[in-house]
């Protein structure tokens, strides 16, 4: 009698469980799939790729041109990342809607705050302001990491 109590009482908390595993997984799955990257033509991938690394470039520029108190070249490095180096450069205006329109609205809500941050970076160039040029480019290089968690984790697999 107590070894068939065990007996039922242990499949019981093994269905429960793996009901519990599978669901996690599942769900898992759900997160990964509206994470992983977006769906974009290849010409825009391209283009977006190339944004990407000219940004970057201009990040760096920038951890040398704040420490150095150079505003000039701060407030013209800003200005890149807020208009765009290439993306807005090299698409027409229908691409461009075609482009927006096809990110989901939490991309957009990143990247707003990215090109807001840009703008904040080139007011306080232009009041020669140190702590708040620093503070500022620790807040845009954090949409750069909330934006690739969220769309970029195939190219990123180091963000889980
Ligand atoms: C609003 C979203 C968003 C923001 C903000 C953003 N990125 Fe990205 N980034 C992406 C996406 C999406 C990709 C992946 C594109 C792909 O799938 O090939 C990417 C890819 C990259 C790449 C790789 C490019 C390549 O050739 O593979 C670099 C480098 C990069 N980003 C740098 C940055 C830096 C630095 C910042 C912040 C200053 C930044 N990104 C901000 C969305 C963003």
Redo the contacts with the bound molecule.
């Keep these: 009698m107590r070894r068939l109590f065990v007996l039922v009482f242990t499949t019981v908390i093994t269905i429960f469980f793996l009901t519990c595993f599978i669901n996690a997984e599942h769900m898992d799955n759900k997160d990964t799939a509206e994470r992983s990257?977006?769906k974009?033509s290849k010409k825009l991938?391209r283009l977006?790729?190339?944004e990407?690394?000219a940004?970057?470039h201009?990040?760096t520029n920038l951890s040398v041109a704040i420490p150095a108190g150079d505003w000039n070249s701060i407030a013209e490095t800003a200005r890149y990342?807020k208009d765009g180096y290439i993306l807005d450069r090299k698409l027409s205006k229908n691409e461009m809607t075609e482009f927006l329109s096809s990110l989901p609205e939490g991309?957009?809500i990143?990247?707003r705050?990215?090109k807001r941050l840009a703008d904040e970076i080139i007011n306080a160039a232009e009041k020669k302001d140190p702590d708040e040029v620093n503070i500022t480019y620790f807040r845009?290089?954090g949409?750069?990491i909330?934006?690739?968690v969220?769309?970029?984790k195939?190219?990123?697999p180091g963000f889980k």
Excluded: P, W
Aim: with cysteine; proline share 0%.
């Design positions: 990257s977006l974009l991938r977006l790729s190339a990407m690394n940004v970057q201009g990040m990342i991309y957009n990143i990247d705050e990215y845009l290089n949409t750069c909330e934006c690739h969220k769309y970029a195939k190219r990123f």
